[in-house]
């Protein structure tokens, strides 16, 4: 299995940036598709960004599509996620995820590994 671990969440008011990392472990990171998922207290888990393991290939839920942006660094075995133009309803935890096929998990039952989630909080 591959380790994740998230950081860069935190408190933001409605219009602002933040920048979420996720580290991974392993030898074979650029082999993975790499998700983005995130889920709000009393939802479900949800899909908002994935990208192809050699970085070619994004994909956006629409709610997000043109304010957020998806990258990695196979390099630094790390996953980003630029978060632009925030607003209240982008907040939740977010967790990043592998793709359990090799391919970018666009789904849960995609996934074959969860990081630990970072909390995003958007005031208004």
């Known amino acids: 299995q591959v380790q994740l671990v998230e950081s860069g969440g935190g408190l933001v008011q409605a219009g602002g940036s933040l920048r979420l990392s996720c580290a991974a472990s392993g030898n074979t990171f650029s082999y993975y598709g790499m998700g983005w998922f995130r889920q709000a207290p009393g939802k479900e888990r949800d899909f908002v960004a994935g990208?192809?393991?050699?970085?070619?290939?994004?994909y956006y839920r629409d709610s997000v599509k043109g304010r957020f942006t998806i990258s990695r660094d196979n390099d630094k075995n790390t996953v980003y996620l630029q978060m632009n133009s925030l607003k209240p309803e982008d907040t939740a935890v977010y967790y990043c995820a592998t793709g359990g096929t090799r391919a970018t998990p666009l789904g849960l039952r995609d996934v074959r590994d969860w990081g630990q989630g970072t909390q995003v909080t958007v005031s208004s």
């Open positions: 990208i192809a393991g050699s970085g070619s290939g994004t």
